[in-house]
């Protein structure tokens, strides 16, 4: 995730997004800079049932108990959107992503609204699944 902004810089940069066409630009760069997931990684245990797409995250801890994050998506903006909730969770350990309600931030980024309801459930299906595999972590 070294190539993704940190939080503070990402809110930034959709501050000075002019339109929703900027933001949906800015969405698929965000996901254009996630490593490309291993072939072994796209197993239907990491695949995210809830969404349109196909889309799989992998977690696991580091040594310092944080959880990294790897994923894709075969649909850009999905993949885009996986790299927002990537960017939200970053250095975070699984009882801080399980206590972290990432859903405002999506209101503040001003990308909720502009959803459609099918990405918006595929968008909640992420979340679910990453806090459910937090907890198993």
Request: charged letters at 25%; glycine letters at 4%; proline letters at 4%.
């Amino acid at each position: 995730m070294a190539n993704l902004p940190d939080k503070d810089k990402l809110v930034r940069n959709f501050s000075r997004c002019l339109n929703w066409e900027d933001k949906y630009l800015y969405v698929i760069e965000l996901g254009a800079k996630l490593p490309a997931l291993d072939d072994c990684e796209r197993q239907a245990e990491n695949l995210i049932s809830g969404c349109q797409s196909q889309v799989w995250i992998v977690m696991q801890l580091d040594e310092q108990g944080h959880v990294e994050f790897h994923g894709d998506s075969d649909a850009a903006i999905v993949k885009g959107l996986l790299a927002v909730v990537f960017i939200l969770y970053h250095q975070m350990t699984p009882e801080q992503i399980i206590a972290l309600d990432v859903r405002p931030f999506f209101a503040e980024l001003a990308l909720s609204q502009h959803l459609t309801p099918s990405r918006s459930q595929g968008l909640e299906a992420m979340i679910r699944a990453i806090r459910a595999q937090a907890a198993k972590l």
